[in-house]
């Protein structure tokens, strides 16, 4: 088992960065690769990025390549997602994931999920 929990969203104007981060308790991060997803409204949730369990591979969907960048700290049981030069269309609840398998651009891959925090960006 393992508990995440998001911190770090909020409204920013466009272009503005925001850093977004999924601490875990229970058992250590490197146990799992880990996703970071997203879900506007009226949308489906969508993989953002994600790093795989031994913190070397990291994954992007192509709208934040460039832009966004995941990393880990397997000491602080931690998982970040920079975001820089943020648009309206990253609006959204940003959600972390946990899968015992790989990372996976499916959500139904992953085992547990945080409980999301929000980022809105005004253009």
């Known amino acids: 088992q393992v508990q995440l929990v998001e911190s770090g969203g909020g409204s920013v104007q466009a272009g503005a960065s925001l850093i977004l981060s999924c601490a875990a308790s229970g058992r250590s991060f490197g146990r799992y690769a880990m996703g970071w997803f997203r879900q506007a409204p009226g949308k489906e949730r969508e993989f953002v990025g994600g790093?795989?369990?031994?913190?070397?591979?990291?994954y992007y969907t192509d709208s934040v390549k460039g832009r966004f960048t995941v990393s880990g700290d397997n000491a602080k049981n931690t998982v970040y997602l920079q975001m820089n030069s943020l648009k309206f269309e990253d609006t959204g609840v940003y959600y972390c994931?946990?899968?015992?398998?790989?990372?996976?651009?499916?959500?139904?891959?992953?085992?547990?999920w945080g409980q999301g925090t929000q980022v809105t960006v005004s253009s």
């Open positions: 994931a946990a899968s015992t398998l790989y990372t996976s651009y499916n959500p139904t891959h992953y085992d547990y």
């Open positions: 790093i795989s369990k031994s913190g070397v591979t990291t």
